[in-house]
């Protein structure tokens, strides 16, 4: 189901981006690959700015700068040579954004990014959006963390404010005793202490906002997790109607808030008794949303183009209802070729060289009738993948 909304045009944006424009991508991991991919679709050209040379993002776009996001000689070239400049993984530096907003439109902006990055600003953005979130405390030293623990209880999680991502950065403390070697652990700091969520389900809904203040949101989705990262998504997830409908509310709401331009994923977690509570955003396309490349008539990344070239967003109507499954590591690679040749199965691959355990090499969609989804276990689900 999509959300449609529209409101005043965004401050500081001008028309849309003209043909043949040429989008700039800081990142050159599979999200700015298949960004890039979808933006040559739409008669764009990318232009991929990342630290390391033959990234999956470099081998679709049209041109390619290798640096450091803090050289400033470099960023300006790149700003001089792209009409827009968008990410796509936020631990892109804040500082590396602000160099080029005086040089390029930037969408989504640096504050976008900057509330992004630091879990403490997050969760009072969340808070403040009229997104539930679970209880949380800031952790200087030890001495915050003691207190924390008090006010909070356990079991809960210490995690960084900043860099964490697929589990990293992060422990459980379910004992006194676990505290002084995860505080000692983890780093940078401050961290953050938050209760442990009994959850039922975890989530995620995918809105994009446009420069004129349209929002499209896709059907929220059920995640399970493998190790920490994401291992399938079953779209639409198989929520009451009225669970998933608060789903998509809270995620135009995060939008309409932060003033996004681009695509945002907010994930979320389902409590025993259908409430939500916010967990984290990320402001770009999402691993959730990959089963859109093929189960929409418009995927995650065509929003994303769409929104940061300043053209009108498509509807985000599924047509089919379908199952992702990342293909991770040594073990994504094995599968890949009966993938291939398995009909009904839609494989994706990001052009990464090495199969490092942990690493996402891939991913399959298996798209399923329209309203289907609900009536089948996992294993019916999943044949195939």
């Known amino acids: 189901m999509t959300t449609q909304v529209t409101a005043g045009t965004v ?20 999200l700015g690959r298949m960004s890039a991919m979808a933006a040559a679709r739409l008669g764009y050209r990318c232009h991929v700015f990342a630290p390391d040379a033959d990234s999956p993002g470099m081998q679709v776009a049209a041109a390619a700068t290798v640096a450091p996001f803090e050289d400033a000689a470099a960023l300006a070239r790149f700003a001089a040579a792209v009409d827009v400049v968008t990410f796509e993984f936020e631990n892109v530096p804040a500082g590396t954004l602000a160099i ?66 697929d589990g990293r950065g992060q422990a459980v403390l379910r004992r006194p005793e676990d505290a002084a070697p995860a505080f000692a652990r983890l780093s940078p ?81 389902v409590l025993p008794d259908g409430s939500l509570l916010g967990n984290e955003i990320a402001p770009r396309p999402h691993n959730s949303g990959h089963w859109t490349m093929d189960a929409c008539a418009a995927s995650q990344f065509e929003q994303h183009v769409r929104a940061v070239a300043g053209l009108p967003l498509a509807s985000a109507e599924r047509h089919h209802d379908a199952v992702m499954r990342n293909l991770v590591g040594p073990a994504g ?11 009904g199965i839609i494989p994706h691959w990001y052009g990464k060289a090495e199969a490092r355990p942990g690493r996402k090499l891939g991913h399959a969609n298996r798209l399923l009738p329209l309203g289907s989804l609900r009536a089948l276990d996992d294993a019916a689900a999943l044949q195939g993948l």
Not at 11 to 30: D, N, S, Y
């Open 11 to 30: 401050a500081g944006m001008t028309g849309p981006l003209g043909h043949g424009g040429t989008i700039g991508i800081l990142g050159g991991g599979q």
């Open 100 to 165: 080029l907003a005086p040089l390029a439109p930037c969408r989504p902006g640096v504050e976008v990014l900057r509330i992004c990055q630091d879990r403490l600003l997050e969760k009072d953005f969340l808070a403040r959006a009229g997104v539930p979130v679970a209880p949380w405390r800031a952790v200087h030293d030890e001495a915050d963390l003691a207190g924390a623990i008090a006010a909070i209880g356990l079991p809960a999680v210490l995690k960084t404010t900043r860099l964490g991502y």
């Open 189 to 269: 700091r401050p961290l953050i202490l938050e209760a442990f969520v009994p959850f039922a389900a975890e989530i995620s809904a995918i809105v994009a906002r446009g420069t004129d203040g349209a929002v499209a949101v896709y059907d929220a989705v059920e995640n399970q997790h493998r190790d920490h990262i994401l291992d399938l998504s079953f779209a639409p997830a198989r929520l009451s109607a009225t669970t998933a409908a608060a789903a998509r509310r809270h995620a135009a709401a995060l939008a309409e808030s932060l003033d996004l331009v681009g695509v945002l994923a907010l994930e979320l977690f």
């Open 333 to 343: 690679l094995e599968l890949w070729p009966s993938l291939l040749k398995t009909q």
